[in-house]
């Protein structure tokens, strides 16, 4: 489950199939460059990063037929006597972009593993500057605490199935033929057009979040095309639920994470102060929760306008994913219990968030099949809500994919122990948005092809950013050398 917060899009989800006929497994095997580089568009940038587009097929089982736009980004390697190959680096989301990472996160690799790749960054399918696509959703659908399926205060999921055929019913209206075809198959065979477009014979990647899921895809359609792959913040597997299984990963996720908070929040010295001890915590934000259900307060300017007890526990959720993000929720609470809010945060414009939730949209809902029933999800989300209040059956409840008219195209990939041996798993021990329980799902279906390292931290993306430098070290000496540990290691 990509990963975008606080004003963006929809948690991850994916799927593949394996076994694919021929011209839905096979890219152009590589051999001669057929980009043509240009400045990228945009401010900030490194002045190395060019762009170039790719044209792939929309429709996969029509080779020759409609093509698409996919705009790929890339700063060379530094050390050209040095250079292996390419590193394309995955986003998350499903709704998340690399195009501008070459020139961001990518700084932030050691001067080796920069040496040694070209840096790949890219705007999956529908998502602009590549070809995009729009939901064209009520402005306040795309509040993220409707766009996840929070139930009533009450418990209820009739609202929330009434919500999906909404949301549904305006990505069939608006979305084009492009929206049925955006899945994470397809992404999968576009980074194959991609790497046939650069050139090479094989790829090394970082996929981060969602992105893991695309790079073990990638890595089970194009098992011969792969380099050296790390996936960091691992998503679940499992090809019968996929992005259901992502969801409802979130109630573990918090459970793994709200104890770090609360041990923050209760620290001594610490101007953000919300109770003397960690214990008091919980109990503090479910009642401050519960007494916004009835008396929620003005918020003008956000999105909904006024803080209920659904946008206070979206917004643990979404602090969660990184400690940074301790301080603005503890004023918020503060601020809440006194009857008033902090200014509204900003929120990205709302074409960027309609185009981010169309993609998301598309993906999570034809990867998999998602139940129909309004009785499914309720009792889903009674059972969640008795055994994890902080996420008040959120996790097991129904997203617009429940009323999504298109039966996926081809099944879920199965993820297996088929292939090199060239994957390094790196996983944070607390994490909101892909728990270790999912990440150890994904490790045990990868097999003798993954190692993985375990990091004694907290946050959402590890490696280089709320990891640890044992995980960083190892990572980096991976990338830059293909040294990989023998077995499955923890880093304190």
Not at 101 to 115: F, I, M
Not at 266 to 279: E, Q
Not at 334 to 342: I, N, Q, S, Y
Request: net charge negative; aromatic share 6%; with cysteine.
């Amino acid at each position: 489950m990509t990963q975008i917060k606080r004003n963006a899009a929809l948690v991850a989800a994916s799927a593949v199939l394996l076994g694919l006929t021929a011209p839905l497994t096979t890219s152009a095997s590589a051999a001669t460059p057929s980009l043509r580089w240009a400045k990228c568009a945009g401010t900030g940038l490194d002045p190395r990063q060019q762009c170039a587009t790719v044209e792939v097929p929309m429709d996969y089982t029509e080779p020759h037929g409609q093509k698409i736009d996919v705009v790929v980004s890339r700063i060379p390697a530094e050390d050209p006597d040095a250079r292996r190959g390419a590193l394309v680096l995955i986003p998350g989301g499903p709704g998340g972009s690399s195009l501008n990472n070459p020139s961001g996160k990518g700084q932030k690799l050691p001067q080796d593993v920069r040496d040694t790749y070209d840096l790949i960054g890219f705007a999956p399918r529908g998502l602009a500057p590549s070809t995009s696509v729009s939901c064209g959703l009520e402005h306040g659908d795309l509040a993220l605490s409707k766009l996840r399926p929070w139930p009533a205060p009450d418990g209820s999921v009739a609202e929330n199935m009434v919500t999906a055929r909404r949301m549904a019913d305006a990505c069939v209206r608006n979305g084009g033929e492009l929206i049925r075809h955006l899945s994470t198959a397809n992404e999968a065979r576009d980074i194959d057009r991609i790497r046939a477009a650069l050139g090479e014979r094989r790829l090394s990647a970082w996929g981060v979040s969602y992105g893991t899921y695309v790079g073990s895809v990638y890595s089970q359609l194009f098992p011969h095309r792969t380099d050296r792959i790390v996936l960091d913040s691992n998503d679940d597997p499992d090809p019968d639920r996929v992005s259901r299984a992502w969801l409802a990963g979130h109630e573990q996720g918090v459970e793994d994470t709200f104890p770090e908070f609360a041990k923050w929040a209760s620290a001594p010295g610490n101007p953000d102060r919300l109770a003397d001890t960690a214990a008091e915590i919980r109990p503090l934000f479910l009642a401050l929760a519960a007494r916004l259900d009835r008396e929620p307060i003005p918020w003008p300017g956000a999105n909904p306008e006024e803080l209920n007890g659904n946008v206070l526990r979206q917004t643990l959720l979404d602090s969660l994913y990184d400690p940074d993000d301790f301080p603005a929720l503890a004023q918020l609470i503060l601020a809440a219990r006194e009857g008033t809010v902090p200014p509204a945060p900003a929120a990205p414009p709302e074409s960027v968030l309609q185009n981010v939730t169309g993609v998301g949209a598309g993906t999570l809902c034809n990867d998999v099949a998602w139940p129909t029933s309004a009785a499914h999800y309720q009792k889903g989300a009674d059972q969640s809500r008795a055994k994890y209040p902080l996420t008040a059956g959120m996790p097991r409840n129904a997203m617009l994919c429940a009323a999504w008219p298109y039966p996926p195209k081809e099944p879920a990939v199965r993820i297996t122990d088929r292939g090199p041996s060239n994957i390094l798993l790196v996983q944070n021990e607390r994490d909101v948005a892909t728990p270790l329980s999912g990440a150890l799902k994904l490790r045990r279906a990868l097999g003798d092809r993954a190692v993985m390292v375990t990091v004694n931290s907290t946050g959402h993306d590890a490696y280089l950013d709320n990891g640890n430098a044992c995980g960083d070290e190892t990572v980096s000496r991976f990338l830059a050398t293909g040294e990989r540990p023998d077995a499955d290691v923890y880093c304190d």
